[in-house]
């Protein structure tokens, strides 16, 4: 029973995020499938796939930063989590463009418009 209490305190919406974010993903990548080709999609798969990896690495953060007991190493967590995830999503970008030769493009407007699911599932 205390178990329940605890996964509803540290809930941080980012189920209902990712939710919006992978309905806003998909009308991404059937857009680019329909008006452009196969390869724009599967660029526009990975930009969104960027996203929603950033948003399970924040909860996860938070969710651990919530277990701390002081806030100053709360403080540190947040900074290293970001720290982190700049570091991944440089990276994935480099991999998606530079060894998966994706187009650049749709990968990049797939992980733009994504950012507003994270407003729009966040409110």
């Known amino acids: 029973m205390n178990s329940d209490k605890t996964s509803k305190l540290l809930d941080t919406g980012a189920s ?7 309905i806003i993903i998909t009308v991404i990548v059937w857009f680019f499938y329909f008006y ?4 724009a999609a599967q660029s526009a798969l990975f930009g969104g796939f960027i996203v929603m990896f950033n ?4 909860n996860r953060r938070i969710r651990f ?11 540190r967590v947040f900074y290293l989590a970001a720290i982190q995830r700049f570091i991944f999503t440089l990276s994935f970008f480099i991999i ?12 990049l ?7 507003l699911g994270y407003l729009t599932g966040h409110s």
């Open 55 to 58: 948003v399970w690495m924040t």
């Open 16 to 22: 209902k995020i990712l939710a919006v974010q992978a």
């Open 96 to 107: 998606g463009m530079g060894l998966l030769n994706l187009l650049p493009i749709p990968m």
């Open 36 to 39: 452009q080709n196969q390869l």
């Open 109 to 115: 407007v797939a992980f733009t418009i994504a950012h």
């Open 65 to 75: 930063a919530a277990k701390m007991d002081k806030s100053s190493a709360e403080v």
